[in-house]
């Protein structure tokens, strides 16, 4: 455990590692919480410099990949510069080309690193891996490397064409993602801080969180002005499409919400038929006059636009998604607009903030926590209350479904705040009329409805949230008071689905069992343990909610051995004192395991 680092290339390297892994896991956290960041920074020795080791990592100790991986990053180099395109291309002025071969070493020192990373046998399954652009720090070209895991940044739409032609040797990267952007500025705010001196001495990120997640805004929004109309970047205008649409979807017009639809693409797009021509483009430096415009766009037809102009009203039909050459923006309210790209969300911006679309939600969890809530509940309604769910996300109005064991008892108590009908089997086109009103729909674990525009009452629980709506709060307040089986869905005006209660998933009994084993293994370590032993710890008190009394004891007794290890072998050292494990009061929930249920 000595605290003494080997392979130093500056003094305030883990220092700075630690504050860009925290700064991390808030960024990306945020906007999705099952994004678990990995940050570990590389350094590859400057060619000709003396420094001590050709690479180091940190953590250098009791870390998945060791700083001698890439000791022969250099000869990796040497081959990816030779073969790049724009290797060929020469500039007259020798500043101009000294400025190229240090941009393609930096590009083939990424390059080459991702490349040892994904031949590790030791790497962590289920994360990719991106890289920051190198910095001189002491004698090192500096990089940090983010994990993050693959499959939730894949489950957001993303575009597959990442790149715009300039000419026959040279094209620009443009983002195909609002995730890959947010990636992006994060890893260009860690360059930034790396040019600092002694970079991890004072704070961290020289962008707040909201700051990068605008900055990555801007450059979504730039890719795609870039995409469907590179040649018409008039004085910038690509950069500033972003903010445009913020200020547009903050003008009133006669005191009314801004809504309405833009397509952005090029002039002669084939997938585009005009219905009206302005004569006189209107230009979106003039916000106030796009705005009114703009309220043009309520219905069928969308204006047209790039970054720079409007042109006219239109329609779009028969377009080929893989050009990736046609977008939608759509004012959805006051400070509120979204990016769409062939039908689907791409980034959503409220009041300038843009974020990920929320993902749908889980027809496998939802068909569990059916069965969980409704013991009794069938194969078939199962799947007729999930198809209504699917309808009702695709409704643009928020609303709310709620499924309740006594739905014919309750229908009788709360007719004087709801609509009563003759019981009915639902579908979706019917569940779509019904929605039209506000309160929550009735329905019993069949799919009959017993009730419609239902107000939900109940006694105010400490559950509530403040910054939820009403809708949501009366989920809460009704499910936990009402003392029948239920279960609430609410759908949000700004997209996405909360269940009420929110069950927690079921885990694989083994996943638990295997990690109580590590740590018993760990317990008879006396070196190289600290990193993993922290991780074992942090991932059984995330799911303590599932440890029975016989984990907590024998968890107990490996940690209280691990501890006392560690304080003898570094008496002197800071620590922190974790409470013992106990088995988790849920309350009426109990822990649920894979392993007893037969998932369909």
């Given at each position: 455990m000595s605290k003494n680092i080997d392979h130093f290339m500056w003094g305030y390297q883990r220092h700075f590692r630690i504050i860009q892994d925290v700064h991390a896991q808030t960024l990306f956290g945020d906007i999705d919480d099952r994004i678990e960041p990995e940050v570990f920074i590389v350094g590859i020795r400057l060619e000709g410099s003396d420094g001590p080791f050709p690479a180091c990592v940190e953590p250098e100790n009791d870390f998945w990949i060791k700083s001698e991986a890439f000791d022969g990053v250099w000869s990796i180099v040497e081959n990816l510069?030779?073969?790049?395109?724009?290797?060929?291309?020469?500039?007259?002025?020798?500043?101009?080309?000294?400025?190229?071969?240090?941009?393609?070493?930096?590009?083939?020192?990424?390059?080459?690193?991702?490349?040892?990373?994904?031949?590790?046998?030791?790497?962590?399954?289920?994360?990719?891996?991106?890289?920051?652009?190198?910095?001189?720090?002491?004698?090192?070209?500096?990089?940090?490397?983010?994990?993050?895991?693959?499959?939730?940044?894949?489950?957001?739409?993303?575009?597959?064409?990442?790149?715009?032609?300039?000419?026959?040797?040279?094209?620009?990267?443009?983002?195909?993602?609002?995730?890959?952007?947010?990636?992006?500025?994060?890893?260009?705010?860690?360059?930034?801080?790396?040019?600092?001196?002694?970079?991890?001495?004072?704070?961290?990120?020289?962008?707040?969180?909201?700051?990068?997640?605008?900055?990555?805004?801007?450059?979504?929004?730039?890719?795609?002005?870039?995409?469907?109309?590179?040649?018409?970047?008039?004085?910038?205008?690509?950069?500033?499409?972003?903010?445009?649409?913020?200020?547009?979807?903050?003008?009133?017009?006669?005191?009314?919400?801004?809504?309405?639809?833009?397509?952005?693409?090029?002039?002669?797009?084939?997938?585009?038929?005009?219905?009206?021509?302005?004569?006189?483009?209107?230009?979106?430096?003039?916000?106030?006059?796009?705005?009114?415009?703009?309220?043009?766009?309520?219905?069928?037809?969308?204006?047209?636009?790039?970054?720079?102009?409007?042109?006219?009203?239109?329609?779009?039909?028969?377009?080929?998604?893989?050009?990736?050459?046609?977008f939608e923006v759509v004012i959805t309210g006051h400070h509120k607009w979204e990016l769409r790209h062939n039908g689907k969300s791409m980034m959503h911006v409220r009041d300038s903030i843009p974020s990920l679309p929320k993902p749908t939600f889980d027809c496998k969890k939802l068909s569990i926590d059916l069965r969980r809530i409704f013991t009794d509940i069938s194969q078939d309604s199962t799947s007729r209350l999930i198809e209504l769910v699917v309808a009702a996300e695709r409704q643009e109005h928020g609303t709310m479904l709620l499924i309740s064991q006594d739905a014919t008892n309750e229908a009788k108590r709360l007719e004087n705040q709801a609509t009563l009908i003759a019981p009915c089997h639902l579908t979706p086109n019917i569940l779509e009329q019904l929605t039209s009103i506000d309160g929550a729909v009735l329905i019993d674990p069949d799919a009959v409805c017993h009730a419609i525009g239902v107000i939900l009452d109940g006694m105010a629980t400490s559950s509530g949230d403040s910054s939820r709506g009403a809708r949501f709060n009366s989920a809460i307040r009704y499910t936990e008071t009402r003392g029948c089986r239920c279960l609430a869905i609410v759908i949000s005006e700004d997209g996405g689905v909360d269940f009420v209660p929110n069950l927690k998933p079921p885990i694989q009994r083994t996943e638990i069992d295997s990690r109580v084993a590590e740590l018993e293994k760990i317990s008879d370590m006396r070196v190289g343990r600290v990193r993993r032993y922290l991780k074992i710890i942090n991932w059984l008190r995330d799911r303590r909610f599932y440890l029975n009394e016989e984990h907590c004891g024998k968890l107990n007794t490996f940690v209280a051995d691990i501890e006392r290890q560690d304080q003898m072998i570094d008496p002197s050292s800071v620590r922190v004192i974790y409470r013992e494990f106990v088995p988790f009061d849920g309350g009426s929930e109990r822990p649920c395991y894979e392993e007893d249920l037969k998932v369909s």
């Open positions: 510069v030779a073969n790049y395109s724009e290797s060929k291309l020469f500039h007259t002025h020798p500043v101009a080309q000294e400025m190229e071969n240090e941009r393609l070493i930096k590009k083939a020192v990424c390059e080459a690193i991702l490349q040892i990373i994904a031949q590790s046998d030791d790497r962590p399954r289920g994360l990719e891996f991106f890289i920051s652009w190198p910095v001189v720090v002491g004698h090192y070209w500096v990089t940090l490397v983010l994990g993050l895991q693959s499959d939730v940044v894949r489950s957001f739409p993303y575009l597959s064409i990442g790149e715009v032609a300039l000419h026959e040797l040279r094209s620009i990267k443009i983002a195909t993602s609002f995730i890959q952007s947010l990636i992006d500025i994060f890893l260009e705010d860690v360059s930034d801080q790396l040019l600092k001196p002694d970079p991890g001495r004072g704070a961290g990120l020289a962008k707040s969180p909201d700051d990068i997640r605008r900055a990555a805004g801007i450059r979504m929004m730039s890719a795609i002005a870039w995409k469907t109309d590179s040649w018409s970047n008039q004085n910038g205008s690509h950069d500033l499409l972003f903010e445009r649409c913020n200020r547009i979807a903050a003008l009133p017009y006669e005191r009314g919400a801004p809504k309405g639809r833009a397509l952005i693409t090029r002039r002669d797009n084939p997938s585009i038929q005009s219905h009206i021509a302005f004569e006189c483009p209107v230009q979106l430096t003039n916000a106030r006059a796009a705005r009114k415009v703009l309220e043009l766009a309520s219905g069928s037809l969308s204006i047209h636009m790039n970054s720079a102009e409007m042109w006219g009203l239109v329609e779009h039909s028969d377009y080929q998604s893989e050009s990736e050459d046609l």
